[in-house]
């Protein structure tokens, strides 16, 4: 009997809790007594596989053999964003480099973002779009936006495309998607951006290009799960009419389905619009210019102030993007208009755009104050003056603080979990999966979190993993209340929307800023950084369960006399827990995104090895460490989406 059980991953409780308890039992005898079996405490160096020498290799033989066809690929991209730095950036220029053509007037498109977001989400839009573009104009940071904005204009559309393409492939053929492309999603959403850098590099050198196509892999895979969602989600009476009016089956796809799953797949553009923002300063260390160049100077040289005035330049534009980019997607679509009536009727706005750009970029030509924003301001000597002051008067207070945090919390968790036996964390993870779902899921977590040890990287792996699991602690520490404080309140709700909405499209680096002049270098600024970027998805996710449980439920707890207390802990909590636990995984996998960045600021674990391998161009090197931290983020979601399912199982609730 127990042996079926085993086989059908249908285990009786008390047989998990004897296993559970035997692997304490040994993990004492083995953390008291390593001696007993040392191999199992410390994997033998001697039994190492070299697989980033082997990368390392391979790489030298491709940029050996297949530089010439990746150069010419560059050059080919290379042409269009050219193209696209002129219209935005430069101006047209002749053979002597003098400007023929000015570049698009700043007038005009400060004019013309108001004119969109007034086109697709109204007055406020509008205005917002408007006020977010005149802030970088009068602030002085024009030219790097436009450079900016130039590979957004580029790399955006190849995203889509792309993202389109394979999203259509994953929901036609279910083998490619189970076998190739979604396991290639879960890498590339996992994988340090780092950790591609140095190959890209090596191939298609250093420049603009390279950090274009580094861009799209970073920000193409919500765009291919969001088409998949979508496609899936056309109601089958749709596509069967098409079938009854004799479409084929192209256009059943490209006239019935995708037009129907518009909605959604204009939440996989914004994601792609935001997540290529994000990649700005990240890929301007590959050489891409633009306000992720500003944001780097600063950096480098301590400039607070500069610092924050180019990152509050992103994340104006990040959030003027994401606001026109969710009014598009939540338009309600108009009636067709009349074919017979002219281009200014049937595009009112566009008219109007095109008008103001192009007549201010002729007045520019006479004009230097459409053509240069000849007023400036600047906020850099307040933020310093802000940091400096906060240093002098609290100092002593954050010192505390900081010192309080390293001592009592993190070094403790950190040597505990550095000496756990890499034997018991392994079989720990392997029988975790058996728990929640099945063999299948036992043998992927076990092969996935073995492979830092082989590689020789357990060490890191564990201190990456004491960061990101006492981050992610804290980020649902601070964001489950304010996420049940918000379900509860209708102004709380618009309130912590308006504030998460922020908070994620704010690029990972500008949390870096004040918290490094503020705490300085090292893990207590880590952490803060990461929580800081991580708490927006706890928040999120805590809000839509809460928010998401059936009325009917509430009215029978209301029926039987319970009081809103017992509502919220014995009916509201239970039922919105699957969801909490979604939140949950996603703030684990954002503190491993953040990780990786929060090299830049003293840490000691795979984040580190990663950005040490861009700055030896070591390809072997990076893709090893950066396949370690894809593996633990794939380990963390495979396990919490099984827990979440099993726990909507005991519930009674449909597995959406």
């Not at 006020?131 to 995203?159: H, K």
């Not at 969001?226 to 796809?253: H, N, W, Y």
Request: aromatic share 12%; hydrophobic share 60%; net charge positive.
């Amino acid at each position: 009997m127990t042996a079926l059980a085993l086989r059908l991953g249908v285990v009786p409780r008390s047989y998990f809790w004897l296993v559970w308890a035997a692997l304490g039992v040994a993990t004492v005898v083995l953390w008291t007594h390593p001696e007993i079996a040392k191999w199992l405490v410390k994997y033998p160096r001697s039994m190492f596989v070299p697989l980033a020498g082997w990368i390392t290799v391979a790489a030298k033989w491709s940029v050996d053999n297949l530089s010439p066809f990746t150069r010419a690929i560059a050059a080919v991209i290379d042409v269009p964003f050219q193209l696209a730095i002129s219209v935005f950036a430069k101006g047209f220029t002749n053979v002597s480099q003098e400007v023929v053509f000015p570049r698009l007037s700043w007038v005009g498109v400060v004019c013309a973002m108001g004119i969109a977001g007034y086109a697709l989400g109204g007055w406020r839009t509008g205005l917002l779009s408007f006020g977010c573009f005149l802030y970088v104009a009068l602030f002085g940071r024009w030219d790097s936006a436009m450079l900016t904005l130039a590979s957004v204009a580029l790399c955006v559309p190849i995203g889509i495309v792309c993202g389109l393409l394979f999203g259509i492939l994953s929901f036609r053929f279910k083998w490619l998607d189970d076998w190739a492309i979604r396991p290639s999603l879960d890498i590339a959403q996992t994988m340090p951006a780092f950790a591609y850098l140095v190959p890209i590099l090596l191939l298609f050198g250093f420049g603009p290009v390279p950090a274009m196509i580094a861009t799209v892999i970073f920000a193409t895979p919500p765009m291919v799960r969001a088409t998949k969602l979508a496609l899936e989600r056309v109601p089958e009476e749709i596509t069967s009419m098409a079938d009854m009016f004799g479409c084929t089956r192209q256009q059943r796809l490209w006239r019935v389905m995708i037009p129907t799953a518009k909605p959604l797949l204009m939440v996989g553009v914004n994601q792609v619009i935001m997540m290529t923002l994000n990649f700005v300063i990240i890929a301007s260390m590959i050489g891409a210019g633009g306000l992720g160049f500003d944001v780097l100077v600063a950096l480098r040289r301590l400039d607070i102030g500069a610092a924050m005035e180019a990152g509050l330049a992103i994340v104006f534009v990040a959030i003027a993007l994401d606001r026109m980019s969710v009014a598009a997607a939540q338009r309600e679509p108009r009636g067709h208009p009349d074919p017979s009536a002219g281009f200014v009727r049937r595009h009112p706005y566009s008219t109007m755009a095109i008008v103001m750009v192009g007549g201010s970029t002729v007045f520019s030509l006479w004009y230097a104050a459409f053509a240069v924003v000849s007023i400036t301001f600047t906020t850099a000597e307040f933020w310093n003056s802000l940091i400096a002051w906060i240093n002098v008067n609290f100092f002593d207070a954050i010192e505390a603080f900081r010192t309080w945090l390293l001592i009592n919390l993190l070094n403790p968790f950190k040597s505990f979990l550095v000496e756990l036996p890499w034997a018991v964390v392994v079989c720990a993870t392997g029988l975790l999966g058996f728990q929640l779902g099945g063999w299948r899921l036992a043998v992927l977590v076990t092969l996935l979190i073995l492979f830092p040890v082989v590689v020789g990287l357990w060490e890191k792996t564990m201190i990456t993993v004491y960061l990101v699991s006492i981050s992610a602690f804290i980020s649902a520490l601070i964001g489950i209340p304010i996420g049940a404080w918000a379900s509860t309140r209708d102004w709380g709700n618009r309130v912590v929307t308006v504030i998460i909405d922020t908070l994620q499209t704010i690029p990972s680096f500008v949390f870096i800023i004040p918290v490094v002049m503020l705490f300085r270098i090292g893990d207590v600024t880590a952490m803060i950084a990461i929580v800081l970027f991580a708490v927006a998805a706890a928040i999120r996710y805590t809000n839509h369960g809460l928010r998401q449980i059936p009325p009917h439920l509430i009215e029978a707890a209301v029926a039987i006399g319970c009081t809103r207390r017992q509502i919220f802990w014995r009916v509201k909590l239970p039922l919105a827990l699957p969801e909490i636990m979604l939140g949950i995984n996603q703030t684990l996998l954002m503190a491993l995104a953040m990780l990786v960045i929060t090299a830049l600021i003293g840490t000691r674990d795979l984040g580190q090895e990663v950005f040490i391998s861009l700055a030896k161009a070591d390809a072997g090197r990076g893709l090893v460490a950066g396949f370690c931290v894809a593996f633990l983020g794939i380990v963390a979601d495979r396990l919490i989406v099984a827990g979440a399912k099993r726990l909507k199982q005991r519930l009674g609730l449909p597995d959406e």
